[in-house]
T-cell receptor, first 111, second 114 residues
């Protein structure tokens, strides 16, 4: 299984930017980087994904290192509703749409 | 669109009982899958389907059966429940079996096996 490494937990102040790091040193050239989040007592929710270039959407930005061995999820202004577990997942070209979830990063947002 | 729906929301079973967890999606997605999540852990893939009539095993398939007779529905069957199957079960779907596709998850079914 493709491995990702994330910090166990992070803390942020409300309305400040949050940078959630992820290491994926075994990534192959055609593997996608996905981020999902899981709010308490809910199913995972898609946040963003990318292949090589940085990506932006209404929820977040994804910054991918030039060698693709790491990436950073950026929440531009954290709100209390962003408190969740954030999962960085590699979707392997050889494995179709299977997602392998690690333990993720617990994000706590302080008011 | 209702998205991905799951029933029931919560179920208590006795060891040895059988039950079916229902999952349906109204987005005409080809790919559907079942995950389980144990306390404090990430999700693990049980079974998946790349289209009607096609199913395959994931990481933790033992004790579970699936079928995919229609595009919309992907039920998960527990033939003889065991306490080790106490977990939260999530169904997910995506347009197709492609590593770049977004997956949409249901709200989950909480299962307690006594």
């Amino acid at each position: 299984d493709a491995k990702t490494t994330q910090p166990n937990s992070m803390e942020s102040n409300e309305e400040e930017p949050v940078h959630l790091p992820c290491n994926h040193s075994t990534i192959s050239g055609t593997d996608y980087i996905h981020w999902y989040r899981q709010l308490p007592s809910q199913g995972p929710e898609y946040v963003i994904h990318g292949l090589t270039s940085n990506v932006n959407n209404r929820m977040a930005s994804l910054a991918i290192a030039e060698d693709r061995k790491s990436s950073t999820l950026i929440l531009h202004r954290a709100t209390l509703r962003d408190a969740a577990v954030y999962y960085c997942i590699l979707s392997l070209a050889t494995d179709g749409n299977k997602l392998v979830f690690g333990a993720g990063t617990i994000l706590r947002v302080k008011s | 669109n209702a998205g991905v729906t799951q029933t029931p929301k919560f179920q208590v079973l006795k060891t040895g009982q059988s039950m079916t967890l229902q999952c349906a999606q109204d987005m005409n997605h080809e790919y559907m899958s079942w995950y389980r999540q144990d306390p404090g852990m990430g999700l693990r893939l049980i079974h998946y389907s790349v289209g009607a009539g096609i199913t395959d095993q994931g990481e933790v398939p033992n004790g579970y059966n699936v079928s995919r007779s229609t595009t919309e529905d992907f039920p998960l069957r527990l033939l003889s429940a065991a306490p080790s199957q106490t977990s939260v079960y999530f169904c997910a779907s995506s347009i197709r079996d492609n590593p770049g596709e977004t997956q949409y998850f249901g709200p989950g079914t909480r299962l307690l096996v006594l």
